[in-house]
């Protein structure tokens, strides 16, 4: 499995960016893609999942309602819109797939699970 994000930038407070997630090499559709991102100073967290199957989505409480998640399967690609971006939201974003759930992946800490497959990150920077 490769991943591969896209996307990031420089944007105003306020603003919006859209990431890409773009698979390659997943069988099946029992697989989560989250969206994870990693401050400076911090520990990486999880944001956001997809599940592949049925298009469950998962967001954590600082984004619920400004960051949307989706897939178009033709281009075995997932999305993250984010609008109304805060500094806060200043991050390297990574995108990252595993045969499990998102009820899973939103617990499963990237400090103690080693998720196999990562993308390589893309910078997310939010002016104030």
């Known amino acids: 499995v490769q991943l591969q994000a896209s996307g990031g930038g420089l944007v105003q407070a306020g603003g919006s960016l859209r990431l890409s997630c773009a698979a390659s090499?997943?069988?099946?559709?029992?697989?989560?893609i989250g969206w994870f991102r990693q401050a400076p100073g911090k520990e990486r967290e999880v944001v956001s999942c997809?599940?592949?199957?049925?298009?469950?989505?998962y967001y954590t409480d600082f984004v619920t309602g400004r960051f949307t998640v989706s897939r178009d399967v033709a281009k075995d690609t997932v999305y993250l819109n984010m609008n109304s971006l805060r500094s806060e939201d200043t991050a390297i974003y990574y995108c990252?797939?595993?045969?499990?759930?998102?009820?899973?992946?939103?617990?499963?800490?990237?400090?103690?699970?080693?998720?196999?497959?990562w993308g390589q990150g893309t910078l997310v920077t939010v002016s104030s």
């Open positions: 997809i599940f592949l199957s049925d298009g469950y989505t």
């Open positions: 090499g997943i069988t099946g559709d029992d697989y989560a």
């Open positions: 990252a797939a595993e045969r499990t759930t998102c009820q899973a992946m939103a617990i499963m800490l990237p400090s103690i699970y080693k998720y196999p497959y």
